[in-house]
T-cell receptor
Framework: DTEVTQTPKHLVMGMTNKKSLKCEQH?????MYWYKQKAKKPPELMFV???????INESVPSRFSPECPNSSLLNLHLHALQPEDSALYLCASSIGETQYFGPGTRLLVL | AQSVTQLGSHVSVSEGALVLLRCNYS??????LFWYVQYPNQGLQLLLKYTTGATLVKGINGFEAEFKKSETSFHLTKPSAHMSDAAEYFC??????????FGQGTELSVKP
């Protein structure tokens, strides 16, 4: 089983809202990732967690706040987003160098 | 620095024809290479990967890719295209530390 799940599937939020994206995997993978993907572009890495500790932050604005409560869960807290943050947000987990992606959350910021 | 170049942002083939999606990479270390497929409004699905060993790698849905070190290439092929193969395809190289470098993607269209 190589399944990564993400909720919600779709999210619409205003610029003053606070919302959270959730990602879950039960494959025992110890690294988890958040990516942002704009239409017709490859995914852009945002954050990497390794053994529940933040190991990479790709200079992401502070309005995005990741959290890894345990080895199976990864959250992305959103606050005061801008319309240009509208995108598909993908979560992934990895064993070795191989990353497995979830279905994504389609975010629209109004 | 490592990089990935996918030749052709859009490829169109007829159903039943050969699919060839080109990927060239640059890497200062032995590469781990991947092909992912993305259907509309979905996440990325791993098609196949090369880590070490056999240079011809077979993946899901009838796809395969050959690692050619001398040409720094990892082209993706499928002998006979199906309508369901229409999607965006991404080639990627692992640069360690959890980072993947993606190509710009190739959109595959399949004509009936």
């Amino acid at each position: 089983d190589t399944e990564v799940t993400q909720t919600p599937k779709h999210l619409v939020m205003g610029m003053t809202n606070k919302k959270s994206l959730k990602c879950e995997q039960h494959m025992g993978h110890r690294a988890m990732y958040w990516y942002k993907q704009k239409a017709k572009k490859p995914p852009e890495l945002m954050f990497v967690y390794s053994y529940e500790k933040l190991s990479i932050n790709e200079s992401v604005p502070s309005r995005f706040s990741p959290e890894c409560p345990n080895s199976s869960l990864l959250n992305l807290h959103l606050h005061a987003l801008q319309p240009e943050d509208s995108a598909l947000y993908l979560c992934a987990s990895s064993i070795g160098e191989t990353q497995y992606f979830g279905p994504g959350t389609r975010l629209l910021v109004l | 620095a490592q990089s990935v170049t996918q030749l052709g942002s859009h490829v169109s083939v007829s159903e039943g024809a050969l699919v060839l999606l080109r990927c060239n990479y640059s890497s200062s270390v032995p590469p781990y290479l991947f092909w992912y497929v993305q259907y509309p409004n979905q996440g990325l699905q791993l098609l196949l990967k090369y880590t070490t060993g056999a240079t011809l790698v077979k993946g899901i849905n009838g796809f395969e890719a050959e690692f050619k070190k001398s040409e720094t290439s990892f082209h993706l092929t499928k002998p006979s295209a199906h309508m369901s193969d229409a999607a965006e395809y991404f080639c990627a190289v692992s640069v360690g530390g959890g980072k993947l470098i993606f190509g710009q993607g190739t959109e595959l269209s399949v004509k009936p």
